[in-house]
């Protein structure tokens, strides 16, 4: 009966039951660990202080916090060292940090390469730093399942190219990316990588010394952590390269009227009050899934992968978008709009997104106008599934 050990580490699970709902939309956010109640209550109750600022206990206390919070996201990712990780406001704010301080790169005519399939966080900061330096932004095709079509790449990927932006993993079709093929390209030509890695992060470790990007993005909420937190891995040598992009407090190491002389990374890019609860937060998330049994995390959701595909496979009507490889799946149910269908799950009590998943030039190329998603986390069970594929039914008889 496909039950996760883990679902009672989750309080929130237990609540949503209580509500009739079923939880099925971890791919926007996910539900949170009580160790992570328990991080922001020890913090929040026990006083709150400024980091890297004043010589007080408290201030000496919350910055050890803060900065052990770094040491684990490091040690999460392998990066070689925990100055390689820069906190941020979530991966778009990552993003956008990126294309600021990248933009010194890009000349006119240059390009920044990016693929079909990116959510709106991963396209519209290259788009717009395309417009601002007069470059040209190229988009690579996908294959027939959905993965970047990498003898496309290797055509578009060129020695005007500066920057490769790609996700390891797609919000819609759930399909890892060819990073290991795909990263090599830009490297040959001297092009800088960023991984979009919101959703990758969530779906077992991932090395980034292996991976060999320059750049890796993720979001706290995501990954069971607190919101409004986001981290930047930036290889030693590949942070140097770029240029400070918010000015204030902390970031500055001498300031004049006139001149300022900035920190390198991580803190000259940690510029005003950090989120500090949601840092540490973090740090007591990633405590939590490092106890977990990662094999059994794995095995649990691939089980709940093949019952969601098996599950939508036998019923009329309904396309799947691509070929997912985890537990996500995006699809369409023929001659019904996916509006109408998200109405009559949303009154079931089924929580699944609907609409185009801030992917709408993804959503575009794939000729569908929205697509319901479901996403599933590590505290979802088989009776979930039951749930929704009870729900469905009698939706889709209603609106045939
Ligand atoms: N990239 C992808 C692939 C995402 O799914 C999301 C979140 N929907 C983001 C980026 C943006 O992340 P955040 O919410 O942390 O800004």
């Keep these: 009966m496909l039950s996760s050990p883990w679902r009672a580490d989750f309080p929130a699970l237990a609540v949503l039951e ?15 660990p009580q160790a992570l109640i328990d991080a922001f209550t020890g913090y929040y109750t026990c006083g709150t202080a400024n980091v890297h600022r004043a010589q007080h206990q408290p201030a000496e206390r919350a910055t050890r916090a803060f900065e052990d ?29 990126l294309a600021y301080g990248l933009e010194h790169r890009v000349t006119p005519g240059d390009e920044i390469v990016v693929s079909a399939l990116e959510h709106h966080a991963n396209l519209l900061p290259w788009q717009q730093l395309a417009k601002r330096r007069d470059a040209r932004l190229v988009v690579l095709p996908l294959d027939a399942n959905g993965l970047i079509d990498l003898q496309a ?24 990316q060819p990073l290991a093929e795909l990263l090599p ?90 989120p500090i609860g949601g840092v540490i937060g973090l740090g007591a ?50 001659g019904i709009h996916h509006g109408d269908l998200a109405h009559l799950l ?27 998603r479901v996403s599933l986390g590590l505290y979802n069970d088989g009776l979930d599934l039951e749930r929704f594929f009870s729900a469905l039914d009698q939706a889709l008889e209603m609106l045939r």
């Design 69 to 97: 919070a770094r040491i684990k996201v490091a040690r999460w990712l392998n990066a070689a060292c925990p100055t390689e990780i820069v906190f941020t406001r979530g991966a778009t704010e990552a993003l956008n940090l």
């Design 185 to 274: 390209l830009a490297r040959a030509q001297g092009a800088l990588s960023v991984v979009d890695g919101a959703q990758g992060v969530v779906h077992g470790r991932h090395d980034m010394q292996a991976l060999d990007c320059d750049f890796y993005v993720l979001s706290s909420h995501k990954l069971y952590g607190p919101e409004g937190v986001g981290a930047l891995y930036g290889r030693g040598e590949s942070l140097l390269q770029l240029k400070h992009w918010q000015f204030g407090g902390e970031m500055v190491r001498v300031a004049d009227y006139q001149s300022a002389d900035f920190h390198a990374a991580p803190l000259g890019f940690e510029a005003g009050t950090p």
């Design 346 to 372: 949303t009154e079931q009590g089924i929580a699944v997104r609907s609409g185009t998943h801030c992917a709408q030039p993804l959503l575009k190329t794939l000729g569908v106008e929205g697509a319901t």
């Design 18 to 32: 209580t509500q009739g709902q079923t939880y099925l939309d971890s791919a926007a956010t996910s539900q949170k």
């Design 153 to 176: 790449a290797q055509e578009l990927i060129g020695p005007r190219t500066r920057l490769l932006a790609v996700s390891q993993l797609s919000n819609v079709l759930g399909a890892w």
């Design 285 to 334: 998330t990633l405590d939590y899934l490092s106890r977990l049994d990662a094999a059994a995390v794995t095995g649990h959701e691939q089980a709940l992968h093949m019952k969601l595909l098996a599950g939508l496979a036998v019923r009329d009507g309904v396309r799947l978008l691509g070929a997912p490889q985890i537990a996500l799946a995006s699809f369409t149910v023929e």
